[in-house]
């Protein structure tokens, strides 16, 4: 980007269902060096103040997809190379006001968390993982640090197609939304009486909630189990 990239609403370029054309939402339809400060982070920046005065209000939240790319080439390894990202996302960060979230992807083992050099991590106020099970339309959604704030639950969600239309050439043009997922979850115990224990002391504590609990006893047959 030798020069500031031209910002377009979302709505100026791929259509939207009538109900979201509101959707306060800039896109920057290429890839960006964050590699080398110089290079890309002052045009990301008169991009970003372009696209808040298109849309009317401060821009809050910018996404980069993904780390890997926005590294150019760079050895995700590399406490040089990342650490230069990381100044490189302050520098946006101060100037426009705004978060600065990337996505980014583990390693081959998924326990030890995002990919890189541990450098990442340590300038990371916030870090949310996302995974799936082998065979699952359920994806998880835990926060695995957080610098200031509490911790929340996790959550869960799947994804729904949704239709956007058509493009220039007439073919269909489809997204996905993330859409909560409600989930079951079931105690045995290995009496009755235990059981109507467990029920009365879950009941108490879920009815702040409005969370459904119900009894499952051998007791109940035919439509009592439904």
Known sequence: MASPVAIDPLEDWIRLPADRSDLPLAIVPSAINMLDVDADVPALIEA???????LGRPVKLVVIDTLSRALAGGNENSPEDMGALVRASDMVRQACGAHLGFVHHSGKDQARGARGHSLLRAATDTEVEISRGEGSEVSLVKVTKQRELEIGDDMGFRLEVIDLGTNRRGKPLTSCVAVEAGAQAALLAPTEILARQHFET????????GARIALLTGRDKGRGRE
């Open 48 to 54: 970003i103040k372009v696209a808040a005065e298109q």
């Open 202 to 209: 879950l009941s108490r504590m879920a009815a702040p909630t």
